[in-house]
């Protein structure tokens, strides 16, 4: 039986080219940043965001976890999910529950949003939206009860939730 040199396998296999050597190869495994792995990333929904002490998202590049896609976002291939992280919209949200969220479709009077303000980059929080005026938009938290009349050009993405899971 003749065995083919491990370096041709990753050749023909694209991992590596033919003037890289195995050490080559090892080393630049080594040195890259890890890749999140998702065996179904055409089919499950991306998990974004890690919990900040008060209730917001510090907004991740990569998913920091994977889960099954409802079928309701099929096609839908911008939506997402995010844990809810803090207290700030209780009861109606409970820590540790997956929102999953279609930021294409708009937002109504009502619905749970993930906001993300200008002068928070790459932080998002979770509101209900109460209404859209001309030049504002009314925000809610429940834990404690407050509403936020904030500036639409202050907003820099307001995102639907779709469905939540326990």
Same mark, same amino acid.
């Given at each position: 039986?003749?065995?083919?040199?491990?370096?041709?396998?990753?050749?023909?296999?694209?991992? !590596?080219?033919?003037?890289?050597?195995?050490?080559?190869?090892?080393?630049?495994?080594?040195?890259?940043?890890?890749?999140?792995?998702?065996?179904?990333?055409?089919?499950?929904?991306?998990?974004?965001?890690?919990?900040? !002490?008060?209730?917001?998202?510090?907004?991740?590049?990569?998913?920091?976890? !994977?889960?099954?896609?409802?079928?309701?976002?099929?096609?839908?291939?911008?939506?997402?999910?995010?844990?809810?992280?803090?207290?700030?919209?209780?009861?109606?949200?409970?820590?540790?529950?997956?929102?999953?969220?279609?930021?294409?479709?708009?937002?109504?009077?009502?619905?749970?949003?993930?906001?993300?303000?200008?002068?928070?980059?790459?932080?998002?929080?979770?509101?209900?939206?109460?209404?859209?005026?001309?030049?504002?938009?009314?925000?809610?938290?429940?834990?404690?009860?407050?509403?936020?009349?904030?500036?639409?050009?202050?907003?820099?993405?307001?995102?639907?939730?779709?469905?939540?899971?326990?």
């Amino acid at each position: 039986m003749h065995h083919r040199p491990l370096s041709e396998y990753f050749i023909a296999n694209g991992a !590596m080219s033919s003037d890289e050597t195995l050490t080559d190869l090892s080393q630049a495994v080594n040195l890259s940043e890890p890749v999140f792995y998702a065996p179904n990333a055409q089919t499950d929904l991306p998990v974004f965001g890690k919990p900040l !002490m008060d209730g917001g998202l510090a907004w991740t590049e990569r998913p920091i976890d !994977m889960i099954q896609r409802p079928n309701t976002l099929t096609n839908n291939v911008d939506a997402y999910s995010c844990n809810v992280a803090g207290d700030d919209m209780k009861p109606r949200l409970m820590r540790g529950n997956k929102i999953l969220v279609a930021p294409t479709t708009p937002p109504v009077s009502e619905s749970i949003v993930v906001v993300e303000y200008k002068n928070e980059k790459n932080v998002r929080y979770i509101r209900e939206l109460k209404e859209f005026k001309k030049k504002t938009v009314i925000l809610k938290s429940y834990n404690p009860e407050k509403t936020y009349d904030v500036k639409s050009e202050d907003i820099l993405h307001i995102h639907k939730v779709c469905s939540i899971r326990v």
